[in-house]
């Protein structure tokens, strides 16, 4: 069965140093991958995809992406962490070929920003 | 404005009641999907729809009807609502289910059952 696995359930950083939430995915297909942010009493809004194009995906918010097939991984990073970016991020996998199959979810890494 | 609307937003019912859950989305987006979101499982695909009068299980239906008789709505109802359907409940909508477009997703409906 296809799947996805986030590494970390919560990772804590300081305002202004670097973010790195770690994905990684099973994979018999070639996938499609995003990342979503869940901000509190919000529902998921899409920061980027990967759809075979570029390996490098930039998304909003300053947060990008690297797909890396040997090593089956998604990771996310962004350089520098506002107060903001304290959500849970969830990262999510498609396997278009494979029909009746909508995403897979991981169970989400939570961010938690100090000042 | 062009969105997703769930509504309720926040659900108190008993056990053995009907409850539904209303999602509309102005988009027109032909694929309409129902998640619940528990703490350690993440989103769980409940049912989706590929169009009007379309509907499909998906990894968790049993307890759950859904109907859709236009684009725009996709309503969800536990028929007799069971404590372990507690849960926050995310109707989403997508242009595709092949995985190249992402879903859009609405604010969410936390639903408590006593």
């Known amino acids: 069965a296809q799947s996805v696995t986030q590494l970390d359930s919560h990772v804590s950083v300081s305002e202004g140093t670097p973010v790195l939430l770690r994905c990684n995915y099973s994979s018999s297909y070639s996938p499609s991958l995003f990342w979503y942010v869940q901000h509190p009493n919000k529902g998921l809004q899409l920061l980027l995809k990967y759809t075979s194009a570029a390996t490098l995906v930039k998304g909003i918010n300053g947060f990008e992406a690297e797909f890396k097939k040997s090593e089956t991984s998604f990771h996310l990073t962004k350089p520098s962490a506002h107060m903001s970016d304290a959500a849970e991020y969830f990262c999510v996998v498609s396997y278009p070929n494979q029909a009746g199959t909508a995403l897979i979810f991981g169970k989400g890494t939570t961010l938690s920003v100090s000042s | 404005d062009a969105g997703i609307t769930q509504s309720p937003r926040y659900k108190i019912t008993e056990t053995g009641r009907q409850v539904t859950l209303m999602c509309h989305q102005t988009?027109?987006?032909?694929?309409m999907f129902w998640y619940r979101q528990d703490l350690g499982h993440g989103l769980r695909l409940i049912y989706y729809s590929a169009a009007a009068d379309i509907t499909d299980k998906g990894e968790v239906p049993d307890g759950y009807v859904v109907s859709r008789s236009k684009t725009e709505n996709f309503p969800l109802t536990l028929e007799s609502a069971t404590r372990s359907q507690t849960s926050v409940y995310f109707c989403?909508?997508?242009?595709?289910?092949?995985?190249?477009?992402?879903?859009?997703f609405g604010d969410g409906t936390r639903l408590s059952i006593l």
């Open positions: 989403a909508s997508s242009e595709s289910m092949t995985g190249y477009q992402p879903q859009h």
């Open positions: 988009w027109s987006h032909s694929y």
